[in-house]
């Protein structure tokens, strides 16, 4: 009885390492069958394939960058309204001296010009505001580029395996397929593999541009309520208490 239970148990283990090596198997053939794939698309696929790679990149870098809890950091925006409605604007300068946001630097730029008058300050958040924009937006015309480029690739692979064909042809005629197939499988490969980066990275362009679109949405609305609060105290006191202290 021990002799058969081990006898079982010796079998299932083999069943399950035979299952697990066919798998292995299975994979690497798949893996072999990208490969012989990127090398039937000729070298075209190259470009191709480092367009790829730099759109992943950017994608990722910008996924990283949108963040809304990095670019809008609204909490301590709280705190800095609060000092900023009292006049206290050194206070509120080293509420934000550590924080690396670009709301903060906004606010930064509106503190520190809060000493010569509300259009000072209006003046240098508008300056700042703009230039955070424009980082918002890096990057993105290379996405958009990458999105465009990519299919054109896909296209001249396309031109150049028909050339390759239509070469074949008038060379040996057309008694062989065989010798046809290569050329019009090179223009096919390129073809599917420009659209399948093309399509997503156009996609991601428009995800991120939309996405940083409201993100400035949402700063300049902060910026406006800041800009506000500045004006109060101003015209509460006449000028910040720093600023008469400076005079």
């Known amino acids: 009885m021990k002799r058969m239970k081990y006898s079982s148990v010796f079998a299932a283990f083999s069943a399950t390492l ?11 053939t798949d893996e072999m069958w990208l490969v012989t794939v990127f090398i039937k698309g000729g070298p075209v696929m190259w470009p191709i394939l480092f367009c790829s790679v730099l759109a992943v990149a950017i994608a990722l870098e910008r996924g990283f960058a949108l963040r809304r809890s990095r670019v809008a950091q609204s ?45 000072e300050v209006e003046r240098a958040i508008e300056a700042a505001g703009a230039h955070e924009a424009m980082l918002l937006q890096t990057n993105l015309r290379g996405l958009g580029v990458l999105a465009n480029l990519t299919p ?4 001249l692979g396309t031109v150049v ?31 599917a593999a420009g659209l399948i980066v ?9 995800f991120f541009r939309g996405k940083a679109d409201r993100l400035v949405y949402e700063m300049e609305e902060m910026s406006l309520s800041f800009v506000e609060d500045i004006h109060h105290a101003i015209g509460r006191e006449g000028a910040a208490p720093e600023a008469k202290d400076a005079v």
């Open 198 to 206: 093309g399509i997503p990275a156009l996609a991601l362009y428009h």
């Open 75 to 119: 909490g301590f925006m709280q705190d800095v309204r609060k000092l900023a409605v009292k006049g206290e604007f050194d206070h509120a300068l080293k509420l934000l001296q550590p924080q690396a946001a670009p709301m903060a630097r906004i606010a930064r730029a509106g503190l520190l010009r809060g000493q010569f008058g509300i259009l």
């Open 152 to 155: 054109m690739l896909g296209l």
């Open 18 to 28: 035979l299952t697990a090596s066919e798998a292995r198997a299975a994979a690497w």
């Open 161 to 191: 395996g028909m050339i390759k064909a239509f070469n074949v042809i008038s060379e040996a005629g057309t008694g062989d397929p065989g010798l046809v197939a290569s050329g019009i499988s090179e223009a096919l490969i390129t073809t």
